[in-house]
């Protein structure tokens, strides 16, 4: 038996819903043979909600029972979106995924391996500098939930401002080898500034609050993840160090 689902959606010449797009291809997916209904003026519209009492477009409906929008669409099938401000570790995943295929990616342009100790080195240098763009689209926001933690902030606030800045620097100089004497102070200062506050906000003052790494906006939880980007900044310092010399 056909499964069939009126859809309600906008489709002006200037705006198509794009919650509308992606219910009408949720319910195609799920098997539905959708009767796709176009609002296609702002009178049209508002007469759909009023006649309806509802908010929003898009609408679905199934058996003639009205599912609601995109996000009650997809909890009608199983598939809740995350509730707000619900904390996740997908963005700083992303950016460890993304430095680390062009670490590889450069590794195998230069050396025809990407397996090498260069492309861990890039790996490394390539998200800090990823991290610190994201924290500098916003440096207003990414200052005031630094200061939530970072001990040094605290006690000298141009620091939140100036970290991102500094982060970006000592990648890029990292990446390139350059300026070593330089890089190399920078990521150790601020490395162990980073690794001593996370340590103490989570491990030891058991604070539930959400890390500045990937910026302002962030729904980061502070813990093992942001220790560990420290703590990778504070080894490459080291190897960057000592590397010379072996």
């Known amino acids: 038996m056909t499964k069939t689902a009126e859809l309600y959606r906008m489709v002006m010449d200037k705006h198509v819903c794009p919650y509308g797009i992606k219910s009408k ?3 195609e997916r799920e098997g539905y043979q959708v009767e796709d209904r176009h609002l296609t003026t702002r009178e049209e519209t508002d ?3 009023e006649r309806h009492g509802v908010e929003t ?3 679905t409906f199934i058996d003639g029972k009205r599912i609601g929008g995109y996000t009650d669409l997809r ?3 199983g598939k809740p979106l995350p509730e707000p401000g619900t904390t996740s570790y997908t963005p700083v995943l992303a950016v460890f995924a993304a430095a680390g295929a062009l670490g590889m990616a ?6 025809d391996t990407p397996f090498t100790l260069r ?3 890039w790996f490394i240098a390539f998200s800090m500098v990823i991290l610190a763009m994201l924290k500098l689209q916003d440096v207003e926001k990414f200052s005031s939930m630094f200061l939530g933690y970072d ?3 605290k006690r000298f606030v141009p620091y939140s401002y100036a970290y991102p800045f500094l982060e970006f620097g000592a990648g890029v100089l990292m990446a390139a080898h350059s300026l070593s004497w330089l890089s190399i102070p920078v990521a150790l200062v601020i490395g162990t500034i980073g690794a ?7 491990y030891v003052q058991k604070r539930d609050i959400k890390c500045a790494c990937v910026g302002g906006s962030s729904n980061v939880p502070l813990g093992f993840v942001s220790l560990t980007e420290n703590l990778a900044m504070i080894g490459m310092a080291i190897w960057m160090l000592l590397r010379p010399s072996m």
């Open 57 to 59: 477009t898009p609408q």
């Open 151 to 153: 001990l040094l902030a």
């Open 75 to 77: 909890a009608h099938f």
């Open 119 to 121: 492309a861990a080195e």
């Open 196 to 202: 001593a506050s996370v340590f103490y906000a989570v």
């Open 106 to 111: 450069i590794s195998q342009f230069v050396f």
């Open 25 to 27: 291809w949720l319910l």
């Open 47 to 49: 007469a759909f909600k």
